[in-house]
């Protein structure tokens, strides 16, 4: 989660600078909820995309994890979509990391929810 945090940085922070430039935000409390959602959308643009592209994000590949459905393939967008909106709850709350140390499959709760599966690639 940590590699994941630095890269996203990088995300989080062009689209932040592209958010202020074409509002002309002078300060970060300014228009605070629709950069929120914009942040939001954008972050999980990010990893949708990646999810849905190749079945990992970066740091995903380093550590030989890809996500797939249940078949073993790509998972379809909406359920890459539904994945990410679900991971905040369990993630802010401790939930879903929790609930992994108990799943039979090490599962986190929203793929056993979708359907879905974190792999090894080795």
């Known amino acids: 989660m940590l590699y994941e945090a630095i890269l996203l940085f990088g995300v989080v922070f062009v689209a932040d600078y592209l958010f202020d430039t074409l509002t002309q935000s002078k300060h970060a409390l300014m228009l605070r909820h629709e950069r929120q959602a914009w942040l939001f959308f ?3 643009a990010y990893f949708v995309l990646c999810w849905r592209l190749g079945g990992q994000t970066l740091p995903m590949k380093t550590w030989n994890i890809r996500l797939t ?8 967008v909406w359920k890459a979509i539904v994945r990410y909106v ?5 993630t802010l709350t401790g939930f879903g990391f929790l609930w992994s ?7 986190f709760p929203q793929d056993r929810l979708l359907g879905t599966r974190l792999v090894s690639t080795r």
Do not use: M, S
């Open 86 to 90: 679900l991971a905040w709850p369990f």
């Open 42 to 44: 954008v972050i999980g």
């Open 101 to 107: 140390f108990f799943d039979r499959d090490r599962q």
């Open 69 to 76: 459905d249940g078949n073993g393939g790509r998972p379809p």
